[in-house]
């Protein structure tokens, strides 16, 4: 393949990448998808396409749609142990964040809720609402009308409608959130902790990849409880985490997260959705497999000094 044909698909690779990850809520699963196009791009009679951007965003949007309806996505999804995997703030994948529908489609309670949706709703909601495409344009890209396009993006939007969140933070404002969290943790009283919660707070954990479903807490009562004995030190958690690990705050999927760093490699994070200031939702995430991208992607940027020292 001549060069002027790898540049111009690398021009546009973050771009795809974004719109995988959005689509399959995992960032390996979107980068194999981008491959996957570079090798039909590669292969394909390049003078024939009009629209190289819109072309490559065809072929990205229904690669990921196969794989949503795959039998193996399909078991994962419906078994009870799926979570989207968390992305750094800055994470090229992340995408474009001009608007608040777009930065509101990587939080990890959209990427959960867009469960419910089927393949294409799916990707006439993130289409549509992350890259602004009209429906003509996604009717084409989808080999649909339309019509079935607007009503695709009707009922998304119903199914994916949840109470909306507080704009992402800056560094300083996750540091701020996660303080308040670990010393209202640290008093050991279980109503300091309630005090931060809306009252319809509610969290999910993959339970460190131990367990063969998440774990749900659906009040905030339950949520406090909870997470007070998951932030008490004790000798097994530390075995389990292979030591001590420092506590930070960062950015995570556009919303605060605590993350537990042991050597330079992330141990586990709590991501929390936020809303009129107070804590809304907590994402407890642990399974190594899940942490990879996070991990590669926190060992190479500078951070503030832990929040708290081996934990």
């Not at 560094?171 to 209202?184: E, Q, T, Y």
Request: aromatic share 4%; with cysteine.
């Amino acid at each position: 393949m001549d060069t002027l044909a790898v540049e111009r698909f690398e021009a546009g690779r973050s771009r795809l990448a974004s719109l995988a990850y959005r689509l399959l809520g995992s960032a390996a699963d979107a980068e194999d998808a981008v491959q996957d196009a570079f090798l039909r791009w590669e292969a394909a009679d390049r003078d024939r396409i009009e629209v190289p951007e819109a072309w490559l965003t065809k072929v990205v949007t229904n690669l990921c749609l196969d794989r949503l309806r795959s039998a193996q996505a399909r078991h994962e999804r419906t078994t009870g142990v799926w979570l989207p995997e968390p992305l750094l703030a800055g994470d090229p994948m992340l995408g474009p964040a001009d608007t608040f529908e777009q930065r509101e489609s990587v939080s990890l309670a959209v990427l959960i809720l867009m469960e419910r949706l089927s393949p294409h709703e799916r990707a006439v909601y993130v289409l549509r609402e992350a890259f602004s495409h009209s429906h003509a344009e996604i009717a084409d890209i989808l080999g649909i009308t339309e019509s079935a396009s607007q009503q695709h993006l009707h009922r998304a939007r119903r199914r994916v409608a949840a109470p909306r969140r507080d704009d992402t933070p800056d560094g300083s404002d996750a540091r701020r959130i996660v303080k308040a969290f670990l010393d209202a943790a640290a008093s050991g009283r279980t109503e300091r902790l309630i005090a931060l919660l809306t009252e319809d707070a509610t969290a999910v954990s993959d339970g460190a990849g131990l367990t063969r479903k998440l774990l749900h807490f659906p009040t905030p009562e339950r949520v406090a409880a909870t997470i007070r004995g998951a932030l008490k030190p004790s000798e097994s958690k530390r075995r389990l985490a292979g030591g001590s690990p420092d506590l930070h705050a960062a950015v995570v999927n556009g919303s605060p997260a605590l993350i537990a760093v042991l050597d330079d490699r992330v141990v586990g994070l709590v991501v929390f959705g936020t809303r009129d200031g107070k804590i809304a939702s907590a994402h407890g995430l642990a399974s190594p497999h899940r942490l990879g991208r996070l991990t590669s992607a926190w060992t190479k940027r500078e951070r503030p000094a832990p929040l708290i020292e081996s934990w």
